[in-house]
């Protein structure tokens, strides 16, 4: 009977220690609301939508399954950051620094990302109907679909 109710809370266990590991670290987000200064932080699953983070510097840190709707990001630092399932319907990314962001499956439409640098950046199964991308730098991303995407030439889209 022992044996067996080990056997039960041994995964039990595991699930909820993972469950634990895969939210935001709430000191981080306390820093980044405050000083708009968070490289390489744990952000998963934050809850940042509407915010004012003009400028902020998150190189490196992990955003996936972040709440960023209607964010205001222009010209922040988001180089190399894991944005990926991120929720970041009609924020302002205008003169962004995205390179080599994990993006896939990114939730960006309506988002404005002009003049946004987005070189080598993962955009695999990102949404982007209503975007608008005139001037981005795209060079070198990967899994790109633009459809719905305003400011990207014909040629480009195919």
């Given at each position: 009977m022992k044996k067996l109710v080990l056997l039960l809370l041994i995964p039990l266990?595991?699930?909820l220690l993972g469950h634990f590991t895969?939210?935001?670290?709430?000191?981080?987000?306390?820093?980044?609301?405050?000083?708009?200064k968070c490289n390489r932080c744990n952000l998963i699953?934050?809850?940042?939508?509407?915010?004012?983070?003009?400028?902020?510097?998150?190189?490196g840190a992990n955003l996936s399954r972040a709440k960023l709707r209607g964010a205001k990001l222009r010209s922040a630092d988001l180089r190399r950051a894991n944005l990926s399932k991120a929720d970041l319907r009609r924020a302002n990314l205008r003169s962004a620094k995205?390179?080599?962001?994990d993006l896939r499956n990114a939730n960006l439409r309506g988002a404005n990302l002009r003049g946004a640098d987005l070189?080598?950046?993962?955009?695999?199964?990102?949404?982007f109907r209503g975007a608008?991308?005139?001037g981005a730098k795209l060079e070198g991303v990967k899994g790109e679909n633009?459809?719905?995407a305003k400011g990207i030439s014909r040629k480009r889209k195919q």
């Open positions: 266990t595991i699930g895969l939210a935001a670290n709430k000191t981080h987000v306390k820093r980044l609301k405050k000083t708009k699953g934050a809850k940042l939508s509407n915010l004012r983070l003009t400028r902020a510097r998150l190189r995205l390179g080599k962001a070189r080598g950046a993962n955009l695999k199964g990102a949404k608008n991308l005139r633009f459809r719905g």
